[in-house]
């Protein structure tokens, strides 16, 4: 049978399942798939921190959201057009997230009765039934059944066989968003190069869900897109972790320089380290310390020897750090601490996203410790705010931490990639080495940015010693005297504040240089504020928008940018920091729209506040 | 044609600020002595201290150096080795420093074997912050914070590095600077972590706690000399001998039928045994055995740098010359026209 094919110009889908159910792999599919057509996207993942919780309850359920379409995206979706539920748990979890009048593929094997008992629903309850009263369109399928048929001569046992059922699903997912197969079977035929039953087995239950999707009467209608109409280029799909090892790997090469990256496994910063262990051939090594503290000294200790020196870590993990953090500052040596922020406190909320360790970042560390912070603002961002920290902490001999978060850094965007040539060169330069009869050497002199030279074990004549005892201004010995210790404490700021000379001035991300209401964001939530200002000034409403990569120092002309200005709005996925900040250097009456729930902010609750600000 | 090195050429212009009758004075004066004998030019020494008395060492070499911060040299030391194997890296650290705040990376750094050397100071007390028990202290210490004696175990160091499977483990003390100076001779030639704990008078936190041992009058009948192939022998006549009974040790005098012969004849390869003499520890010998000086236990376990170092040329080869842009570029990508 043929089923209309209806354009749209954007969709959102979710998939959600019980954590061994392949959910992420079959999002992360259907997002590459999505990305190779040529639509512009922005994905969820949401799942829990447990490997595998109880299979069937809703502390279990992982998901995976993808807006999509051929229009420029800025945000997951605040809700879906499709939802996917392998169980009953799913479901219950994720109902909220589908819009009104929208569509529910369920897997009816995991509606059984133990099912609906693990989801906490009640035994005589058919709540499939009771969506689609309340007005939802659910298509009941029984995929394991049918993935069971599918695979009934593959030789594989029933587990293996249960094991293909999300490819089963994703086939449908195809069929009904017109999508080709193609990406995913080469995807598969990869995975299991040297398990060609497996590979078989997945591709074919892959191909007869999307047979299935075609041949049931379930679908009124099947969906495309065209591509998006954004900027002209060539294209690859990349998520913040993947885009934040290829910047540092590119820094380590335009440096010249070998990168040393001490890192302690944490969520969810991890993948930066597993990327990075693979990168060798361009002379990265990668260190698994022994614990964080370890991480970063070593990365210090590498820096000194004159590397490209990183440890990577999320909030807990920083604040171990701290200490040696604030020695690579009164060292003056360079050192990039990337921080993949997850939700706190203490060990919090390790899979969900939140930005609440900006005060941390700016003030978390013993004494006067100033060091640049800088955040990246989405998945492709983090490639250019990396590299970024990278020139900043090789360039003016200063750690700088690079905040991103674990929404960007596992979410995905269409990335217009660089060529090499392009990239921003580094200039280092080692100190070179003395000759007996030359002037003494002083590892504490500086240029005119405050930056002291960097002299490498090795270099002949420069042998100096460096601690995080307070130095005399020049020579670097120990000093203790008073007026020394204003004059270094005076000139580490001032080295830190000279940062921003360099760096470009902050321009309008939506709208005009005055208006009714200036909305301020940092890191990952530029997408969702984006939007949401946008569909405000559609209303017709003079809002506009400014986004910050750097926060220490701030851009030079953040305050004349506020003077144009009376209403400033600032939201933040934490209780109320960046508007500290402003309030605190600019003197402005900014206010903070603020949630910590663990998720990105939604397009729809961001228009509501700002249109509550210019009402 | 470079000019010999002699110790001075090792001490930096800055004032030592150790107090009077430290022990740490002789050790400096030995490892300035020896850094000529290496062969290694001075701009490729790098000593590296945590926090403490002993940390300020760094400071008095005309090398390069760093002084960090409490307890983590071990991993600071390890990330510059890493990167820079073609350093000599000289780890100065002490009983507070290395065994309780820097506890964890000391075991670490041992058991992956980095291409360093480690100088324990071990003076059984905190002396920079003035007379509190240390991680080494004997039990029932009075102290600073201990005013009813000290209630803590503590360790043992060289089971500890033994446990922790380091591949050079010795002894030495501020008070025989030949031996010592031999020992870090040992211990700069040893390939991987090298161990060596100095036995170092606090003169003012806890003066004499070592004098059993380093005593001239008493050093015979207390400390044994370990040579490797040679027999266990000490005591003041050198009358006395250590002798295994299978596992179990046991210290006899030599003539009425014990001879030489009889003794345990040592073997710095031989873990197990190292580990007995580690535990020759009693306090103030009073379950009769001396206290071992000299090397207990040298392995051949490669170098952890070494295999970093190999695992990086590896990739080298398997992937070719880097290719930035095929990385950046992915595998999959689409244009927009």
Redesign the interface.
């Known amino acids: 049978m043929s089923h209309p094919q209806i354009t749209r110009e954007t969709a959102t889908i979710r998939f959600a399942g019980d954590s061994g159910d392949g959910m992420q792999l079959t999002g992360s599919q259907f997002t ?1 798939t999505t ?4 639509n512009d996207l922005s994905t969820f993942p949401d799942f829990p921190a447990e490997i595998r919780a109880p299979a069937g309850t809703v502390a279990g359920v992982s998901g995976f959201q993808i807006q999509f379409g051929s229009r420029a995206i800025h945000s997951p979706g605040d809700s879906c057009d499709v939802l996917v539920v392998m169980n009953a748990a799913a479901l219950k979890a994720n109902i909220k997230h589908l819009r009104t009048g929208g569509i529910i593929i369920a897997n009816l094997d995991g509606f059984g009765k133990k099912d609906l008992s693990l989801a906490r629903y009640k035994a005589e309850a058919d709540p499939l039934l009771e969506v689609q009263t309340t007005g939802y369109t659910v298509v009941p399928v029984d995929v394991t059944k049918l993935t069971r048929a599918s695979l009934v001569d593959s030789g594989l046992t029933v587990k293996d066989i249960d094991r293909c059922k999300n490819m089963f699903v994703l086939g449908i997912v195809y069929w009904l968003y017109s999508r080709s197969m193609d ?1 995913t079977i080469d995807f598969l035929s990869k995975k299991f190069a040297k398990k060609p039953d497996l590979a078989n087995a997945n591709i074919k239950a892959l191909k007869d869900g999307y047979t299935y999707g075609n041949a049931t009467q379930l679908f009124s209608e099947r969906y495309m897109l065209e ?2 109409r ?9 998520t913040g972790n993947e885009a934040t090892v ?1 910047a540092i ?2 820094a380590g ?1 335009t440096s010249k320089l ?1 990168v ?1 990256l ?1 890192s302690y496994p944490i969520t969810p910063a991890s993948d930066i380290l597993h990327g990075l262990s693979k990168m ?4 990265v ?1 990668t ?1 698994q ?3 964080e ?3 970063v ?6 820096a ?4 490209l ?1 990183l440890t990577t870590s999320s909030g807990p993990g920083i604040a171990l750090k701290t ?2 953090i604030t ?1 690579a500052m009164m060292y003056e040596l360079p050192l990039v601490i990337i921080n993949v922020q997850r939700a706190g406190p203490s060990t919090g909320m390790p899979t969900k996203t939140e930005q609440a360790d900006l005060l941390q970042a700016v003030y978390g560390r013993a004494g006067e410790s100033p060091i640049v912070v800088l955040a990246a603002a989405s998945p492709a961002d983090c490639f250019d705010v990396t590299y970024q920290a990278c020139q900043i902490a090789l360039e003016h001999m200063i750690p700088v931490m690079m905040l991103s978060d674990g929404y960007i850094a596992n979410g995905a965007e269409p990335w217009r ?4 040539d392009t990239l921003p060169p580094i200039h280092v330069s080692f100190a070179k080495p003395r000759k007996e009869d030359d002037e003494p050497f002083m590892p504490y002199s500086r240029n005119e940015a405050f930056v002291r030279p960097w002299a490498i ?13 307070e130095k005399e201004h020049g020579t670097g ?2 000093s203790y005297d008073s007026d020394n210790h204003q004059i270094m404490t005076t000139m580490r700021e001032n080295k830190r504040n000279a940062v921003a000379d360099r760096l470009p001035l902050l321009q309008m991300e939506e709208g005009e240089p005055t208006g009714d209401l200036l909305v301020i964001g940092w890191g990952g939530t530029l997408g969702s504020i984006k939007q949401a200002v946008m569909e405000t000034r559609a209303l017709g409403h003079k809002v506009s928008q400014i986004h910050l990569r750097q926060l220490a120092p701030f851009p030079k002309n953040l305050g004349e940018i506020l003077g144009g200005f009376k209403n400033i709005l600032v939201p933040e996925i934490n209780s109320g920091q960046l508007v500290r900040l402003l309030r605190d250097q600019y003197h402005v009456p900014a206010k903070g729209f603020n949630r910590v729930r663990g998720i990105p902010f939604t397009v729809e609750e961001l228009k509501n506040a700002f249109i509550n600000e210019v009402n | 044609m470079e000019a010999t090195l002699t110790s001075k050429d090792f001490a930096s212009d800055q004032d030592v600020r150790w107090c009077p009758g430290c022990g740490d004075y002789t050790i400096l004066k030995q490892v300035q002595s020896v850094m000529p004998d290496l062969g290694i030019p001075r701009e490729n020494i790098v000593f590296v201290a945590g926090i403490g008395c002993s940390s300020r060492f760094p400071y008095y070499m005309n090398t390069y150096g760093m002084h960090t911060i409490h307890g983590r040299a071990p991993a600071i030391a390890t990330g510059l080795k890493i990167s820079r194997p073609d350093l000599s890296i000289w780890m100065i650290t002490g009983d507070g420093d290395a065994l309780s705040i820097g506890g964890n990376h000391i075991i670490h750094a041992l058991r992956r074997n980095v291409d360093m050397n480690i100088l324990l100071f071990n003076n059984e007390i905190y002396g920079l912050t003035k007379g509190q028990y240390s991680p080494t202290s004997r039990p029932g210490s009075v102290t600073k914070s201990t005013p009813m004696g000290s209630l803590d175990h503590p360790f043992n160091p060289l089971s500890l590095a033994l446990g922790a499977d380091a591949g050079f483990v010795a002894r030495a003390m501020d008070r025989d600077p030949k031996h010592l100076n031999q020992m870090l001779l040992r211990s700069a030639q040893h390939e991987g972590t090298s161990f060596l704990e100095i036995y170092q008078n606090c003169v003012v936190f806890n003066d004499g706690t070592f004098d059993l041992y380093t005593d001239k009058v008493s050093r015979p009948g207390s400390a044994l000399y370990l040579e490797h192939e040679k027999p266990m022998i000490f005591g003041e006549n050198r009358d006395k001998g250590v002798r295994l009974d299978g596992l179990r040790p046991e210290v006899v005098t030599l003539g009425d039928g014990v001879s030489q012969e009889d003794l345990w004849i040592h073997d710095e390869h031989d873990a197990v045994k190292a580990y007995i003499l580690s535990r020759f520890f009693a306090v103030g010998n009073e379950d009769g055995f001396p206290r071992p000086f000299g090397v207990l236990f040298e392995s051949k376990r490669p170098a952890y740098d070494k295999q970093v170092a190999a695992q990086m040329a590896a990739a080298k080869t398997r992937h070719g010359a880097p290719d930035l842009d095929a990385l950046l570029k992915g595998n999959e990508t689409w244009t927009v026209a």
């Open positions: 590459n990305a190779l057509l040529g990406p591509p998006a954004i900027e002209s280029g060539t294209y690859r799909n990349i290829l790997t590119a090469q070998p040393f001490g060798k051939h361009f002379g090594t260190f310390a022994e614990d503290i370890a991480a000294t070593s990365a210090i200790g590498a000194y020897g004159g590397s020196a200490e040696a020695l990639f660089p060529n090499s074990p090795g270099t002949k004549g420069l042998e100096h010693r460096i601690g995080g005892l010995n120990i």
